[in-house]
């Protein structure tokens, strides 16, 4: 799915599946180029379409790209930086850009960032220790290293916490292991950091520019997770690809109003999110008092208390305490 820097879709496509992130760009530039007539433009995406191929596709017709890379680029340029640190960068207050072959980076994080990705490391190391000492501790009659060494890297990769430590079986058949320090002190060295490559000239897009369009990509991770949850696009229970297909395109037009609804509630001043307030409105009922099988009077459930100054905010309180025009007689 593609959407506009404001979140809201333009355009959606199926794709078959079995396919990796890196083969799924090209066909969507074509088709963006083709409906939508593009001549520029700035693709943001992942790591995970960020293959060479994908690059020179969009760099062929002069377009611009911003991705992430990964960890291993940003320790490389990281090593490569004078010996005298940019307070700026390492306080997480500043952004810095990189220069190297002809390719040009910006280093960026923040304090937010660098306390969640400490706390979440910390929660990782503490669970797996905790596994590591139950597993230690179960008796056992006999004891297969092999076996064992298996049993506890599936739980360190479970655990998210593999690369943390070192363990092996000693000679008594007891279960031994210590924390990789070294990798957990050159981890918390980037916490909080994250790299951006960009192919756009300095002129068109500074620093703080690339660091809000990569941001903007959270508006389309907005989107699939408001299609996969409220929405339920998944599980799809449909045999043939055209149904597939269809119930896909509902879910897209249904996010669509969604979204369209959430600007017009900006404006307004409104914050809650569209879906949330939905579900509070199904409280409210409309009935028809029927005699004899004449209806006599329709009416509206009561509307609760902490929803009037909302409903007020949106105009839309008179629509929901007096019957509409439009209901059912």
Known sequence: MATDPKGLPLHLEVLRSNRGDTTTLQGLLHTLRRRFGIQEAVFVFDGGMSSKVNLEAIEAPGLMYVTRCGAGTLDELRAELPSDPSPELWDRTGLMEI?????????????????????????????????LKRLAAVPRKEVSAQKMASQVGRMLQRLKAHKYFNYAMDEK?????????????????????YLLRTNAPAQHIPDAGVVAHYKNLLAVEDAFCHLKDYLRVRPVFHYRPDRVRNQVRICFLAYWLSAKLEAQWRLKGQTIEVHNLLRQLQTIRLGRLEVKGQSLKIKVTRVPKDLHAILRKLGLLELFTQPPAWAPG
Request: glycine share 10%; charged share 40%.
């Open 99 to 131: 220069v190297k072959e002809g390719k040009r980076y910006v280093i960026a994080g923040g304090p937010w960032r660098q306390e969640r990705d400490r706390q979440r490391r910390e929660a990782h190391l503490a669970k797996a220790e905790s596994e």
């Open 173 to 193: 058949g007891q279960l031994q292991w210590s924390r990789r320090q070294d990798l957990i002190h050159a981890e918390a060295q980037r916490d909080g950091l």
